[in-house]
């Protein structure tokens, strides 16, 4: 039985006084070992939310890395740092980041490598836009990028400590969430790809989670899906829906 894990990416939201009073909030209420919840802060409030959620089963997950150990990359955070507040898992190849910050396959990968030097989990995200859906590319286009981010890596640490997010980009901050067919559909696709890719214990092992407008309306359908493990939150995981999310039956 994998153990569902659901993380919330803040992305560019919350001062240092406005996380305090948001994780002070929520924390009582998603302190849970049932499954896995991680908070992703922007990386100033990284230290903070470490402290407040110190003595909690919730753990601390950064949006982003650099691949190299450290030197002069003006504006970027090292795994290092990442295990300097306590970090345990790392979003890697979000959309976002590969639409606005030109974010490549190459990147993901090494970010990838990188952060498992360290211990720490990345969450792979992959994902298609409409057009790719429509135009029947749907599946080479994310068989792709599973092949790239996971090339080189070891089997154990794909089924111990890598977490992907499938996660299609038309039904992120859209309010669309993929039908729980859909989502189900690619979540099965890509443990099958990682089957090929390696074997079928590895592909059993490996977390899954959806992402894309997921809110505590859809979170139990969703979440109850064979092959999805869980959700990446985005807009969701700023409000006390989050704590709805992570209470889904
Ligand atoms: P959303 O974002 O829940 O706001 O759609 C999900 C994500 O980008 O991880």
Redo the contacts with the bound molecule.
Sequence with gaps: MRKKIIAG?W?MNYTLTEADNFVNEIKDRINTDELDVVLCPNNICLERVSDLIDGTNIKLGAQNVHYEEKGAYTGETSANMLLSVNAKYC?IG???RRQYFAETDEMVNKKAKKLLEKNITPII?VGETLEQRESGILFEHISSQIKNALDGISSDSVKNNIVI?Y?PIW?????K?ASSMQAEEMCKYIRDEIRKLYDDKVAECVKIQY?????PSNASEILNMEDIDGA??????LTNDFVAIVNYE
Excluded: D, F
């Excluded at 990446?232 to 995981?237: D, E, F, M, R």
């Design positions: 990416n992305k979003i979000h959309s976002e995200c997010a996660e039904a992120i901050g859209t309010g969430t992402g894309g407008s997921v809110k990446l939150v985005g807009g969701a995981s």
